[in-house]
């Protein structure tokens, strides 16, 4: 991966655009007085996890044996069960009738929002060997 020619400006619109889609997020919980969109900032904070953990586990070994590969494999899924209850949990609330759909477009924009900002993050400020995120 590359670093931008510039990595204060890179910088600066990652944190532009994490602090708008945070106030998404907490818009539609306050406009509405209704809380529950807040549980997906839970989503956000608890996706890294199971990656971190199932990396220490795997240990530094060989990226391709067999032997580490299903840990980590365990980790890229429970990490995915996470990314996708974050963008689907506004969803099913609102189609429960929990929150208003108003609630449930800011909490989907903030998301996505954030989402892109670790995508963002990720493409610019990260080096991997092989060329993948992991």
């Known amino acids: 991966m590359s670093t ?10 990652l944190a532009f ?11 539609s919980s306050a406009l509405f007085n209704n809380w529950l969109p807040l549980f997906v900032v839970l989503t ?6 199971p990656n971190l953990i199932c990396k220490r586990v795997a240990g530094n070994g060989d990226y391709f044996s067999d032997d580490n590969r299903g840990v980590l494999e365990t980790g890229y899924f429970l990490t995915s069960v996470f990314v996708v209850s974050g963008v689907c949990l506004p969803l ?3 189609h429960g009738g929990l929150i208003s759909s108003a609630a ?15 995508l963002g993050y990720l493409k610019f400020f990260v080096t991997v060997d092989d060329g993948s995120f992991y």
């Open 4 to 13: 931008p020619s510039n990595p204060m400006a890179a910088i600066i619109a």
């Open 17 to 27: 655009s994490l602090s708008v889609g945070i106030l998404l997020v907490i818009l």
């Open 44 to 49: 956000y904070i608890l996706a890294p996890i």
């Open 92 to 94: 099913v609330l609102a």
């Open 104 to 118: 449930m477009y800011l909490s989907l924009t903030g998301g996505v929002m954030i989402y892109f900002t670790i």
